[in-house]
């Protein structure tokens, strides 16, 4: 049930962001319309917002646990790099995570529902390097962050690439944060806890599953 109210400042309960609304719960709750519009999205703010974990693998199964994100879906875009930012700053990044995810989700906003599939580029690996490409600060202009951004990308397409298809998005969204967690010690000297065997366990969920030809593959 929802009341109506003079315009006040609320905090939302799911991004924790500030807005000016007249409509919250009966309970006193408040979800932003972006919030409301993908809850799956909704999820992944939550998610970084309030995880301790130093794991972006740990972090970013915790938002593919929702029934909010699905099998195969574009919100994968969006986790990658979200979940690897969370880590980040777990981990002692110096980074202000909400001002990150934001720009996280307006840059991955761009990737098309089917990029993978239209452009032979998977979003997942996309991903990977919007979350080098935000921290490093990269413009147009840039020398090195615009060169290391693109190998960074390179390679996590080539590590997706060499398990092959049918597609699969907790496949690729496990390699990508792979790669890109490696690739953050190297650079940017944080170095993420990753485990030394990540189990998926969406196998039955996907009817294309590769079963033993995927790395991650677990009975």
């Known amino acids: 049930m929802e009341i109506i109210h003079p315009a006040k400042v609320m905090e939302c309960d799911i991004c924790g962001?500030?807005?000016?609304?007249?409509?919250?719960?009966?309970a006193g709750h408040y979800i932003c319309e972006s919030c409301g519009e993908n809850p799956g999205l909704a999820i992944i703010r939550s998610v970084c917002t309030r995880t301790k974990s130093k794991d972006p693998i740990e972090i970013v199964i915790s938002m593919m646990d929702s029934p909010a994100i699905l099998m195969h879906e574009?919100?994968?875009?969006?986790a990658v790099a979200a979940s690897l930012a969370a880590a980040y700053k777990n981990c002692g990044g110096n980074i202000n995570l909400r001002e990150v995810l934001g720009e996280i989700i307006r840059r991955a906003s761009y990737l098309p529902k089917d990029v993978c599939v239209e452009t032979g580029s998977c979003g997942a690996g996309v991903s990977a390097g919007i979350f080098y490409s935000?921290?490093?600060?990269?413009?147009?202009l840039s020398v090195d962050e615009w060169g290391e951004g693109n190998r960074l990308v390179a390679q996590a397409l080539m590590e997706i690439g060499?398990?092959?298809?049918?597609?699969?998005?907790?496949?690729?969204?496990?390699?990508?944060?792979?790669?890109?967690?490696?690739?953050?010690?190297?650079y940017f000297g944080v170095k993420m806890d990753l485990p030394e065997i990540?189990?998926?366990k969406y196998a039955k969920l996907n009817r294309e599953c590769l079963g033993t030809?995927?790395?991650?593959?677990s009975v």
């Open 198 to 200: 990540i189990h998926c």
């Open 162 to 186: 060499k398990i092959g298809g049918p597609r699969c998005c907790k496949r690729s969204t496990f390699t990508a944060i792979k790669v890109a967690a490696e690739h953050a010690e190297e």
């Open 74 to 78: 574009e919100n994968h875009h969006f």
């Open 134 to 140: 935000v921290l490093a600060g990269t413009k147009v």
């Open 17 to 26: 962001r500030k807005f000016t609304d007249v409509i919250q719960c009966a």
């Open 213 to 217: 030809r995927c790395p991650y593959f």
